[in-house]
């Protein structure tokens, strides 16, 4: 089994910072790509960012420049750093990672945490 923990959502005023984190642990042979998304009231889930075991990123458009993903490949850690925050960031953050389990298989899953909260408001 794999579990991802995050943390550090909140509340925060426009134009603010959070760092979001997430643990990975559990029967980890490897993560290849780590990411977030986001999942407002009424709209879909979308990505925010992601980062792949290189270290290669990917970012939505509406967070560029602003929101900034890094991962410890070492201690199976991502973190997502929301500077500049605004009320349409408001939405509820996943940590999403692909894992290849311990097992007579290397197969990627693809596993997702239990969400935070971030609410942007004055």
């Known amino acids: 089994q794999v579990q991802l923990v995050e943390s550090g959502g909140g509340l925060v005023q426009p134009g603010g910072s959070l760092r979001l984190s997430c643990a990975a642990s559990?029967?980890?042979?490897?993560?290849?790509?780590m990411g977030w998304y986001r999942q407002a009231p009424g709209k879909e889930r979308e990505l925010v960012a992601s980062v792949t075991s290189g270290s290669a990123t990917n970012y939505a458009d509406s967070v560029k420049g602003r929101f900034t993903i890094s991962r410890d490949n070492a201690d199976n850690t991502v973190y997502l750093q929301m500077n500049n925050l605004k009320p349409e960031d408001t939405a509820v953050y996943y940590c999403?990672?692909?894992?290849?389990?311990?097992?007579?298989?290397?197969?990627?899953?693809?596993?997702w945490g239990q969400g935070t909260q971030v609410t942007v408001s004055s």
């Open positions: 999403n990672a692909e894992v290849v389990p311990w097992g007579p298989a290397f197969k990627t899953y693809r596993y």
């Open positions: 559990g029967s980890i042979r490897t993560i290849s790509a």
